[in-house]
């Protein structure tokens, strides 16, 4: 018994330490619209990089923080903060619009947060995004190059702040343009270790989501996958393979204008989830009350009931549906919007825009008040950004031939990036197929099809999912997410 005793209280000790390791002043204690207790510890703050000043919040596993990996979530854009993520996505917390309608909304567990079986790390990103800031106004122009490496020095510098992380397993992850984010950070990931940078990240690979990769394959990927999904009738779809010669990113005229007739004819559709009407309901978001058949990998990880219907959210997250972008400057979202033909404004950001500018918000998260940082945007026009980067193909064969685990996953009913563009990248590799293409489940149910090559890279879909995997189909989502953290099958 005195030895039990001596156990308990050692780890006891080891984890007290561990929870103290971080550094003073980024502990969150609480957070408006929230009255529980917070299942794990929650930090935030600021990295300065020069002139730039980062922004993060950090939320600590729910499981085994000391040996959890370490998950870098960045949201897209260009321009778009990672707080999407974290409010609409797979953050700790869901939010419930306030009552009456103007009023802070009120936050509930989120049962299938990604930090139930992670580390993990949201981060505004470059500077001018969310709550990052700089006071030079020249910092705001920036690029894929040069995002790669701000972000790298943050997590050189983060890794600073938390060592008691170091050692976990570190892993990339993010959606739409974080699928230039995540693999040019990687290689910059890759490049400080074999140079030396301290601390050492214990890097072991990355996750995509429906992300933009080429210009060729994300700019062939739409027109089959709306034919495909009977959104336009096969004359359309024939007339536009005829006069582009099957490469939809032929500038012709012809070309151009039988793409035209494609846009006419899916005009008014949700890019972001075909299957999702245009400005939700609110009297539609109630989901199906209980759940009988979750797995037992949920119920050990206090998951007990459905998860809730999408929440709204705002248009504008993301690389769009034939953006005119290839290499050099990117048009930003709300320049898109007063641009863009087809802009359908199609689902709003009320509940974040509302918390995140709310003063005592802002001060319970430690970031600088609107006179310092700004207002918060869910995607900000006050950057100029350029894509200099190029096809990531090059990146992803020279991350994952080095031995990083990579993990490609595509909403299946997303129009925005969508999964045949994902598909075709993903086989134009040219690595063997080690799993061939199948189903895989959650909750008994088949919940999506992928296939595994060579070198641990996972080409995988979600049936019935949108452009924001974790928000359509989060229990499906944690699942696949915690089978390959785990290093499961999935």
Excluded at 65 to 94: A, I, K, Q, T
Excluded at 399 to 415: E, P, Q
Aim: charged share 15%.
């Amino acid at each position: 018994m005195d030895n039990i005793i001596s156990i308990i209280s050692f780890c006891m000790l080891l984890c007290f330490a561990f929870i103290q390791a971080a550094p003073s002043g980024s502990l969150v204690t609480h957070l408006p619209g929230f009255r529980g207790v917070f299942p794990s510890k929650h930090h935030s703050g600021y990295v300065s990089i020069g002139d730039k000043n980062l922004f993060y919040y950090f939320v600590v596993s729910e499981r085994n923080p000391g040996r959890d990996p370490v998950v870098l979530w960045l949201n897209g854009g260009p321009g778009c903060s990672s707080f999407d993520g974290f409010v609409y996505e797979h953050g700790p917390f869901n939010f419930q619009e306030g009552k009456p309608k103007g009023s802070l909304p009120t936050l509930h567990l989120n049962p299938y947060s990604w930090s139930k079986v992670s580390n993990i790390i949201y981060l505004d990103s470059p500077a001018g995004v969310g709550f990052s800031y700089s006071q030079n106004t020249s910092a705001y122009t920036t690029g894929d190059l040069q995002t790669a490496a701000d972000t790298h020095a943050f997590l050189l510098k983060w890794f600073g702040l938390y060592p008691e992380f170091v050692s976990n397993p570190f892993y990339i992850a993010g959606e739409s343009y974080a699928g230039i984010y995540v693999p040019t950070l990687g290689s910059e990931v890759v490049k400080g270790i074999k140079v030396g940078a301290k601390p050492t990240i214990n890097f072991k690979g990355y996750m995509v989501g429906n992300g933009v990769t080429d210009p060729f394959f994300d700019g062939n990927a739409l027109v089959p996958f709306a034919h495909g999904m009977a959104l336009i009738s096969d004359d359309i779809f024939q007339a536009a393979e005829i006069a582009c010669g099957g490469d939809y990113s032929n500038s012709s005229q012809i070309c151009e204008e039988k793409l035209e007739d494609v846009s006419e004819a899916i005009a008014g559709v949700n890019i972001y989830d075909i299957l999702e009407p245009c400005y939700h309901d609110p009297t539609s978001q109630q989901g199906p009350e209980g759940n009988t058949s979750l797995p037992d990998s949920f119920k050990q990880l206090g998951v007990t009931s459905r998860p809730l219907a999408v929440r709204t959210r705002m248009f504008g997250r993301a690389w769009p549906f034939r953006a005119p972008v290839k290499d050099g400057i990117v048009p930003l979202w709300p320049q898109l919007a007063q641009s863009q033909k087809s802009y359908v404004p199609c689902v709003n950001d009320e509940v974040a825009t509302r918390w995140l500018n709310d003063v005592m918000v802002r001060k319970a998260i430690h970031a600088e008040p609107e006179d310092v940082a700004g207002p918060w945007v869910l995607c900000t026009d006050r950057i100029s950004y350029y894509h200099d980067a190029g096809s990531m193909i090059q990146y992803h064969k020279n991350l994952t031939a080095g031995g990083y685990r990579a993990l490609i996953f595509s909403g299946d009913h997303d129009m925005c990036v969508p999964y045949t563009g994902s598909q075709a990248w993903t086989k134009a590799l040219g690595y063997k197929t080690v799993t061939p293409w199948r189903s895989w489940t959650s909750r008994d149910q088949i919940s999506g099809y992928l296939q595994g090559y060579e070198h641990d890279i996972t080409f995988l879909t979600i049936k019935g999912a949108g452009h924001t995997v974790p928000e359509y189909k989060p229990l499906e989502a944690l699942d696949f997410y915690r089978r390959w953290l785990d290093g499961k099958p999935i």
